[in-house]
């Protein structure tokens, strides 16, 4: 209905702006202004004419004189000046009429185009779904050392909240490469969630390790130290957490926790 409205509005106005455009007018089609000058140099240059035909007899004194007088009256005459008309006062506001139904008409419909959408998900359609976890488990049965696939279906296992599998896909992970950081950071939040945090931080120190500034597993050891109530250390840990990982997703978390190891701590 809104797209109708609009496109009649838009008719509409479009015929009002343009009919002045299209009128038949009385003014006659501009010509190219001529320079005064131009004008002097040609009644000089035939009033030379003339004196000639004067002299030589050519002309009666009654024709010389009269075309004398045209001639220098004409060259002084001066010309009305071509006038620059403006645009047409209602032309001018129907197109501002116009633009503003536009945005209305895009405030209005926007929205409710979009609708009720999962976050990432475009207007104009869903976002494609990615592999499932079945589809996962085949490809990583066919080929049991597609580390990328491994690494997906442990994710997988994860946000399913199956533990038990997920651990023992990063471990296959392990087998294959023992310095793979994505596979150590994911045993290490897999014990953290078990409660396990001696083992859960000796995979976080083996990422640091490879690693001095990720953000993963530097979110992973200031969380075991501060669930030890060493708060020194989780402050220490979490400082260089908050400028290399600004942006990570647990920053939220851990900023007033952070804080709070700073007053634990004394600091």
Not at 80 to 97: D, M
Not at 176 to 197: C, H, K, Q, W, Y
Request: hydrophobic letters at 50%; a neutral charge; proline letters at 6%.
């Amino acid at each position: 209905m809104s797209y109708l409205l609009f496109t009649t509005l838009f008719l509409a106005g479009l015929a009002l702006a343009v009919r002045p455009l299209l009128a038949r007018r009385g003014l006659a089609w501009p010509v190219e202004t001529t320079d005064a000058h131009d004008d002097v140099a040609r009644a000089v240059s035939s009033l030379r004419d003339l004196e000639f035909a004067r002299a030589a007899g050519t002309i009666a004194p009654a024709d010389h004189e009269r075309l004398r007088s045209l001639l220098e009256r004409g060259a002084f005459v001066a010309r009305h000046e071509t006038r620059t008309v403006p645009a047409p006062w209602r032309t001018l506001v129907l197109a501002a009429l116009l633009a503003g139904i536009a945005v209305v008409l895009v405030v209005i419909e926007l929205p409710r185009a979009a609708g009720d959408r999962a976050p990432g998900e475009s207007i104009t359609g869903s976002v494609p779904a990615g592999p499932t976890t079945s589809g996962l488990e085949a490809r990583a049965k066919a080929n049991p050392r597609d580390v990328p696939t491994l690494l997906a279906l442990a994710d997988a296992y994860v946000s399913e909240d199956r533990v038990t599998e997920a651990v023992a896909t990063y471990q296959a992970v392990l087998a294959i490469d023992t310095e793979s950081v994505p596979a150590l950071n994911g045993i290490g939040f897999m014990l953290f969630r078990s409660g396990e945090l001696a083992g859960a931080r000796i995979a976080a120190d083996r990422v640091l390790t490879l690693r001095p500034r990720d953000a993963d597993a530097l979110f992973l050891k200031g969380l075991i130290q501060y669930r030890s109530e060493d708060w020194r250390g989780a402050v220490d840990t979490w400082t260089i957490y908050l400028d290399v990982g600004e942006f990570h997703p647990g920053a939220a978390m851990v900023r007033p926790l952070y804080e709070d190891a700073k007053k634990k701590a004394g600091l």
